[in-house]
């Protein structure tokens, strides 16, 4: 089984600056895939940042600039470094991982979503 779990959301004023951490456990093979979405009232779930294993990282361009997503593969566990932040940014934040489970075969592909970390900016 694995497991996902989010910390660092918060309260902050706009130019302020949070940073979320994201420890993926459990039967862990090989961790692919990782991504910060995240969800404001009355809205959709959308996509922040995602990293790749080799690192290559892709944004939505409203936090182009001011988000860096990061990855310690070593620890299994993701970050997202939200600098800038904007009243706009305020929002549940979620972090998704994709990956293979299992120590023996058969190994099988999984998919986890943390439980969502909030995220409050003040103007």
């Known amino acids: 089984q694995v497991q996902l779990v989010e910390s660092g959301g918060g309260l902050v004023q706009a130019g302020g600056s949070l940073r979320l951490s994201c420890a993926v456990s459990g039967m862990i093979r090989r961790l692919n895939v990782m991504g910060w979405y995240r969800q404001a009232p009355g809205q959709q779930r959308e996509l922040v940042a995602i990293?790749?294993?080799?690192?290559?990282?892709d944004y939505a361009d409203s936090v182009k600039g001011r988000f860096t997503i990061a990855r310690d593969s070593a620890k299994n566990t993701g970050y997202l470094q939200m600098n800038s932040l904007k009243p706009e940014d305020t929002a549940v934040y979620y972090c998704?991982?994709?990956?293979?489970?299992?120590?023996?075969?058969?190994?099988?592909?999984?998919?986890?979503w943390g439980q969502g970390t909030l995220v409050t900016v003040s103007s």
């Open positions: 990293i790749t294993p080799g690192g290559s990282a």
């Open positions: 998704n991982a994709r990956g293979i489970a299992g120590h023996l075969p058969p190994y099988r592909d999984f998919e986890v």
